[in-house]
Antibody, heavy 117, light 112 residues
Framework: QVRVQESGPGLVRPSGTLSLTCTVS?????????WTWVRQPPGKGLEWIGE???????FYTPTLRSRVTLTVDKYTNQFSLNLNSVTAADTAVYYC??????????WGQGTLVTVSS | QTVVTQEPSLTVSPGGTVTLTCASS?????????TNWLQQKPGQAPRPLIY???DKYSWTPARFSGSLLGVRAALTLSGVQPEDEAEYFC????????????FGGGTKLTVL
């Protein structure tokens, strides 16, 4: 059974960098899979952030492309999200998701990241 | 910037049928958008229901079905159950030089 789990700081200072890691179990980060990040501001809808494939590269949402970087680590079977120059608008629950074959799942439970001084 | 539009809210009676739709600001939604539908209940992570317009996951109840309806994608619930009360999000794939996915704003479905 594939599982994904987010981890990282719950509080980030404005103008700083938000860094999250997703640990994958039950599957290999090096398989033909698009590893995905989605976020949800409190009380609002979902936003697709981007996806990464260990061999095919990365794609990002146009609105965040200048600030976001996704990476994979084959040795730890993890993938990561870095979002720089954060503001209060980046406060959200961040989800990591297994993607590929035009489907999305499983989802992690999500982690709340608050941007505040 | 591409906008994906859903009905903000809908109400349905138990046992009834309801259709949620998903529209793209740049034109008709076709099978090339690989529409996904997800259900989210308060305090929970989204749960995928439909992918590639009308394909179901092993856990998707038979009463949920996806389709294309005119220029939109649609999610139809037939024989609605009280536990179907939730928010539903569609997700469309935009191909091109910088492919990306876009979520709709969500539809809050009330079973009353």
């Amino acid at each position: 059974q594939v599982r994904v789990q987010e981890s990282g700081p719950g509080l980030v200072r404005p103008s700083g960098t938000l860094s999250l890691t997703c640990t994958v179990s039950g599957d290999s980060i090096s398989n033909d899979i698009w590893w995905t990040w989605v976020r949800q501001p409190p009380g609002k809808g979902l936003e697709w952030i981007g996806e990464i494939h260990h061999r095919k590269g990365t794609f990002y949402t146009p609105t965040l492309r200048s600030r976001v970087t996704l990476t994979v680590d084959k040795y730890t079977n993890q993938f990561s999200l870095n979002l720089n120059s954060v503001t209060a608008a980046d406060t959200a629950v961040y989800y990591c998701v297994k993607g590929g074959d035009w489907r999305f799942g499983p989802w992690g439970q999500g982690t709340l990241v608050t941007v505040s001084s | 910037q591409t906008v994906v539009t859903q009905e903000p809210s809908l109400t349905v009676s138990p046992g009834g049928t309801v259709t949620l739709t998903c529209a793209s600001s740049i034109g008709p939604v076709t099978s090339a958008y690989y529409t996904n539908w997800l259900q989210q209940k308060p305090g929970q992570a989204p749960r995928p229901l439909i992918y590639s317009t009308n394909d179901k996951y092993s856990w998707t109840p038979a009463r949920f079905s996806g389709s294309l309806l005119g220029v939109r994608a649609a999610l139809t619930l037939s024989g609605v159950q009280p536990e179907d009360e939730a928010e539903y999000f569609c997700m469309l794939y935009y191909s091109g030089a910088q492919p990306h996915w876009v979520f709709g704003g969500g539809t809050k479905l009330t079973v009353l």
